[in-house]
Nanobody, 123 residues
Framework: QVRVVESGGGLVQAGGSLKLSCTAS????????MGWYRQAPGKQRELIAT???????SYKDSIQGRFTISRDDAKNTVYLQMNSLEPEDTAVYYC?????????????????WGQGTQVTVSS
């Protein structure tokens, strides 16, 4: 059984930083692609970053240069380091692991969701 858990969210002032974690059991993250998503109040969930392997990560334009994906294979955990946070980054952040491909249109293949972690950025 696959279980995915996000953590690390919280309340931070604009310009601050947070590091989110996505820890999985029942699936080996280094062998699978994954995506970070967020859903702001009143908006649809959107894909913001993907990782295929350590050398291949992609980011939505709005977070490029501010957010960085990394992975700790020993902990079977993927991180999202978020710097220079803006109020517009306020959302529930989710990770999805195990899909074959992650696009803005959707996930190809089976992926597993976590429960999400709330990030709130105050101005």
């Amino acid at each position: 059984q696959v279980r995915v858990v996000e953590s690390g969210g919280g309340l931070v002032q604009a310009g601050g930083s947070l590091k989110l974690s996505c820890t999985a059991s029942g699936i080996i993250l280094r062998n699978n692609a994954m995506g970070w998503y967020r859903q702001a109040p009143g908006k649809q969930r959107e894909l913001i970053a993907t990782m295929i392997n350590r050398a291949t990560a992609s980011y939505k334009d709005s977070i490029q240069g501010r957010f960085t994906i990394s992975r700790d294979d020993a902990k079977n955990t993927v991180y999202l380091q978020m710097n220079s946070l803006e109020p517009e980054d306020t959302a529930v952040y989710y990770c999805n692991v195990g899909g074959s491909r992650y696009t803005a249109s959707g996930i190809i293949g089976t992926g597993y969701w976590g429960q999400g972690t709330q990030v709130t950025v105050s101005s």
